[in-house]
């Protein structure tokens, strides 16, 4: 099977095993294992931050973001696709007590003078609006770049207004390589950012939140309290290392694998994609013309030995490439994406009742 759904799904490579095997370990929640605080260390000075705290997820990292820049009953400003609004359990409204204020970004970037027009007037009657959240690259934006001057815009704006920001960077490395502008650049301004190694990195577990050192020193309390504290995290902490050793400038390859797989899916005249849009790893596609409906096109899919995922939208399709799919399997793949859409407009056709 071509495993297409996700750039989580990869394993651990052979190498990265054996890093983890010898990594020197001690009590994390101690803050005494080597590993982490070597890890930590590393993505701070990546991201030109003063601290950054190891953690289980980016879901994870996200949620203490916000738990620490807001009190119950604040507003934070997202865009309406983002991760914290579709993918993280009502986590916001759960463990913060926060509104969120959704904007309507263009491929899930949107505008300073959104963030401008959408922060609350100081009256009893609003939320307080206390942080602006964006996320780079945008998943739902079909894996689109912030350019850099809409980041800073964003900021700044915020700053001015004397709120936090938060920037959820699961694909900060995606951005980077795409970009070929130093990971610094991107966060300058953003008081915490969640960096991830299970997506593109080829990780089997973690995510780091890094900033200001007292958002850390906050951040540390709530990750025991979450449960997420733990102890000889060494062992998957060096897995981290690994991976800013050796699989960030190969990102490269898996964002050439999208485009190619992209204008595949575009050899097919029933399925509707933007391929100049397609900008790191992720491919999104739309089957409305082919009479299927996404869950459909995915189940048919999956018997032709490829897996992607349909949960976007009802005809839209996302398809994503990463460290364990080869040029070879994304060519075969975009040819069986192809032949089935126009399969199934023979077959609808076939079925429409004549007039
Ligand atoms: C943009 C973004 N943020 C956060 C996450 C959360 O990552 P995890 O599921 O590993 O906690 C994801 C997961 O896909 C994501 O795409």
Known sequence: MIDLSSDTVTRPSKAMLAAMMVAPVGDDQRQEDPTVNALQEKVSDLLGKEAALFLPSATMAN?????????PGDEAIVERSSHFVTSEAGGPAFLSGVMLHMLEGKRGIFTAQQVEAGIRRDDPHCPPTRVVCVEQTSNRGGGSVWPLD???????????HGLRTHLDGSRLMNAVIASGIDAREHVRGYDSITFCLTKGLGCPIGALLAGHREVIR???????????????????????IYALDHNVTRLKDDHANAKRLAELIASASNLNIDVAAVETNLV??????????????????????VRVTSSAGPTLIRAVTHFDVSR????????????????????????APAR
Not at 218 to 239: D, E, P, T, V
Request: charged fraction near 20%; include cysteine.
């Open 284 to 305: 999104y596609f739309d089957v409305a013309q082919t009479g299927l409906l996404g869950q459909e096109f995915v189940n048919q899919l999956l018997a032709r030995g």
């Open 150 to 160: 809409a980041l800073r815009g964003v900021a700044e704006t915020a700053r001015k």
């Open 218 to 240: 906050a951040a540390r309390r709530y990750k025991h309290l979450f449960g997420g504290a733990m102890r000889q995290a060494g062992i998957i902490a060096a897995a981290g």
């Open 63 to 71: 949620e203490i973001a916000l738990k620490v820049h807001t009190h």
């Open 328 to 351: 070879c399997e994304v060519e075969r793949a975009g040819r069986i994406i192809a032949e089935l859409a126009q399969s199934a407009s023979q077959s609808v056709a076939r079925t």
